[in-house]
């Protein structure tokens, strides 16, 4: 679940992104995975969905290859996109499921950004 106020907008990295609606200063948590809200599903239950279903899903979430779980952010952090000079840092040994954090001070309405080979092992 997100832990900062963002909005949504349209991104010039792709398509919809989060901007930050205050200002986010380093080291300040910005997600933690919320049993209950956000999804951890086995990969194979998506599997049995419909093809239009599974798209969106993998779209919008990951396979996240150390938990070998499909992993979807219930709020507007699935609208995170991708840099290699992210603004999030993600902390895969803080938690299950990793901690989001800002590696930076992060300006009122910048958009945050994560590097996803961190949580998929691969670049987008």
């Given at each position: 679940m997100?832990?900062?106020p963002v909005r949504i907008d349209r991104s010039p990295i792709h398509g919809l992104g989060i901007f930050a609606v205050a200002r986010i200063a380093q080291g300040t948590q910005?997600?933690?995975?919320?049993?209950?809200f956000d999804l951890d599903i086995d990969p194979?239950?998506?599997e049995q969905q419909p093809e239009k279903f599974q798209e969106k899903m993998l779209h919008y979430g990951y396979v996240d290859p150390r938990l070998g779980?499909?992993?979807?952010?219930c709020d507007?952090?699935?609208?995170?996109?991708h840099s290699a000079t992210p603004n999030i840092r993600i902390d895969t040994t803080a938690d299950r499921y990793s901690v989001d954090f800002a590696a930076r001070d992060?300006?009122?309405g910048e958009e945050l950004t994560a590097d996803y080979e961190i949580v998929?092992?691969?670049?987008?």
């Open positions: 997100l832990l900062v910005v997600w933690q995975f919320t049993p209950g194979k239950d998506l779980r499909f992993i979807l952010c507007d952090y699935r609208f995170l996109n992060i300006a009122i998929e092992g691969s670049r987008p």
